[in-house]
Every structure is written in C-alpha cells, then in structure tokens.
C-alpha cells in the first residue's frame, strides 16, 4: 500500500516549457488535489477532483490544467512554465470532500519541487 | 474572501506546554484543521474540529470558536520530535474552498 505517491521528485524548466506532474492513489479515494507551496504563504489549492471525469478550480487555478481519466490517478499540467510556478507541489487524496469526514483526513504526497528558469 | 492568519514562528522548550492560535476570517464556515509539517516533508492531519469547544488527542488538543473565528491547537510535553511547522486551514463556502493560512514554524530547544 503506497499512499499517494508524485512523479517526479525534482524538476528544472526553462520558460516556456511544458511539463506533467503524475499523481497516484492506491487507496480507492474519490477526492484528489493539487496544491503548491511558497515560503510565506502555506499551501494554496490549484485544482480539485470530485471523481473519475471530473476536476473543479481551486484557489490558483491559472497556468495549469488537470485530468483525471482514471480514479487513482490525477495529473498536474503546466502547459507553458513561467517562474512564478517554481515552488513545491503536493498532490493530496481523501475519501470524503476535503477530508471532512470524522474518520477520513487528506493524504498528502512527497511533494515535488519544481524550479523554472 | 478569506483571511487566515497565524503567528510566524514560536520557541518553546522540551517538556513544556504551547498554544498556537489561529484567527480566520471566511465566507461561511465548515470545519477547521491542524496539519503538522516537517521540514522538507508531506503534511500530516492532527485534528478536525467543526463544532465550538475542545478536541483532545494524547498530547495535542485543538479548541474553536467559531463566533471569535479562532482556533487553537495546544501541544504538550514538548519532544525535540515536534518541532515543526504547524498549518491551520477552514473549509469554507459549504465545502467548496479548502484554505491554508501561512503556517507556525514551532522550533522545539532543549
């Protein structure tokens, strides 16, 4: 059982270049998101998912777009990076909406870390 | 819009008690969390609180108000383990916005 696992771990862009972020649950979860960190400023949700086929705005949604064409997967596109998106992004999974729940909480990844020069 | 506000860093000494608050000003209300970051690492899910009062778990404890839009979270017997950043974050807008404020940097001294 591998929890929410994020590929990659590091990267390096150059401005202008596209990317994906792979995110994986192995724990049948509904919910999945994407959130980034910035010094100063905690975590920031991007983009959500309710379920399979579906994906809801966050908090920052600009530069980026989402997929979730399977339930245990949810990925992160940047389709033309800018230095403003070099950060850590965590990617996250619960049962119910946010985690909400008594008995349910989100599920963080690693995190990765992009930096775009 | 919404406002979460929290103090930058705090200092504390093994074995002892600290409180970090957490005032939050959101468009409506539905349930505040405490996660715990290490550095360099994942968050991790401490306590939910969505009703007013006090919810205890081992040394952690976290209490709300939801009138005074503050929360607590009170950390006891300090461990070296524990320092770390702490996230207070509100689900707001009948669970339509997941909001972090900018996180408590506790460092934990002999």
């Known amino acids: 059982n591998a929890g929410v696992t994020q590929t990659p771990k590091f990267r390096v862009l150059k401005t202008g270049q596209s990317m994906t972020l792979l995110c994986a649950q192995d724990?049948?979860?509904?919910?999945m998101y994407w959130y980034r960190q910035d010094p100063g400023m905690g975590l920031r949700l991007i983009h959500y998912?309710?379920?399979?086929?579906?994906?809801a705005k966050g908090e920052v949604p600009d530069g980026y777009n989402v997929s979730r064409l399977k339930k245990q997967n949810f990925l992160l596109g940047l389709e033309s990076a800018a230095p403003s998106q070099t950060s850590v992004y965590f990617c996250?999974?619960?049962?119910?909406?946010?985690?909400?729940?008594?008995?349910?909480?989100?599920?963080f990844g690693p995190g990765t870390r992009l930096t775009v020069l | 819009g919404q406002n979460i506000d929290q103090p930058t860093e705090m200092t504390a000494t093994e074995g002892a008690i600290v409180q970090i608050n957490c005032t939050y000003q959101t468009s409506g209300f539905n349930g505040l969390f405490w996660y715990q970051q290490h550095a360099g690492e994942a968050p991790t899910f401490l306590s939910y609180?969505?009703?007013?009062g006090l919810e205890e778990k081992g040394r952690f404890s976290s209490f709300l108000s939801r009138s005074k839009g503050y929360s607590y979270l009170l950390l006891k017997e300090l461990q070296m383990k524990d320092s770390a950043s702490y996230l207070c974050a509100v689900l707001d807008n009948y669970g339509q916005n997941f909001v972090f404020g900018p996180g408590t940097r506790l460092s934990v001294l002999p």
């Open positions: 998912s309710v379920g399979e086929g579906t994906t």
């Open positions: 609180n969505v009703l007013d």
């Open positions: 724990m049948n979860h509904e919910y």
């Open positions: 996250a999974s619960s049962y119910s909406r946010f985690g909400q729940d008594s008995t349910d909480t989100q599920y």
